[in-house]
């Protein structure tokens, strides 16, 4: 696989889910497709690599993984949400136990991206000592953007980018998430890193070199869209002059 240093910063950021754009000039923009596990089973192992969303509990990750790979489906990552408000953290080493013991199976390759799914509460000390859980195995978080409080999402980039761990989003403009995840990283205050969320796509990432985007990529590893992502993204990148 190409590593993102090699790809201009702008490449295969978009998880589509939803029926997927066939258009040809949309497809380096599209880095997976997203697909529930009961899904699977109907899914077309041709396409774009499949972000594999696990309905259940962590116990669920082995075997949709494995279903993908007897079918041929190829995998970027799997995501799991943690469905425990009450005890994140406890629920988060479930998960992580879960993953261990799928790729010890030979289920789940190392390769696949593990994105833990975050409640959308604030941040505070059982929050924080789950993504230090996800983090430990050096998994990915994933971050329920869409509805939710600027302000409380930048603290989330804050907790999540001062453990080094990377992310992936559903929701949100791509170009305002690279921004506000750029500044996060920068340091920047909340209401910065909140502006660059509700603030013009294109004004989020003014000023931003391509150094500086593709350093982004680092850790933002996707951005979740509906099936109209790859058409509403390529328009604000043809409007930055970077993409025809």
């Known amino acids: 696989m190409e590593s993102i240093e090699h790809r201009p910063w702008w490449n295969g950021l978009?998880?589509?889910a939803g029926p997927p754009d066939t258009d040809p000039t949309y497809a380096d923009l599209v880095g997976s497709r997203v697909v529930v596990d009961t899904d699977l089973p109907?899914?077309?192992?041709?396409?774009p690599p499949v972000t594999l969303v696990v309905s259940g509990g962590a116990g669920q990750v082995a075997g949709p993984a494995a279903l993908a790979a007897r079918r041929g489906v190829p995998l970027r990552a799997v995501r799991v949400t943690l469905r425990d408000p009450a005890d994140?953290?406890?629920?988060?080493?479930?998960v992580v136990a879960a993953v261990e013991?799928?790729?010890v199976e030979g289920a789940l390759?190392?390769?696949?991206?593990?994105?833990?799914?975050m409640p959308d509460a604030e941040p505070g000390a059982d929050w924080c000592a789950a993504v230090d859980e996800v983090a430990a195995l050096e998994l990915a978080v994933s971050l329920p953007v869409d509805g939710a409080d600027p302000?409380?999402?930048a603290a989330w980039l804050e907790a999540v980018l001062d453990r080094e761990t990377p992310l992936t989003v559903v929701g949100g403009h791509p170009?305002?998430?690279l921004g506000a995840v750029r500044r996060a990283f920068d340091g920047e205050g909340a209401v910065e890193v909140a502006g660059a969320l509700t603030g013009r796509p294109a004004h989020a990432v003014t000023g931003m070199d391509e150094t500086a985007l593709l350093g982004v990529r680092r850790w933002l590893?996707?951005?979740e869209t509906g099936p109209d992502g790859p058409a509403v993204y390529a328009t604000a990148l043809a409007d930055l002059g970077v993409r025809g």
């Open 101 to 103: 013991a799928a790729r």
């Open 221 to 223: 590893r996707g951005v």
């Open 42 to 47: 109907g899914t077309d192992p041709d396409g």
């Open 14 to 16: 978009l998880d589509v």
């Open 151 to 153: 302000l409380r999402v």
């Open 175 to 177: 170009l305002s998430v």
């Open 109 to 117: 390759a190392d390769d696949v991206v593990v994105a833990v799914g």
């Open 88 to 94: 994140l953290r406890g629920n988060a080493r479930r």
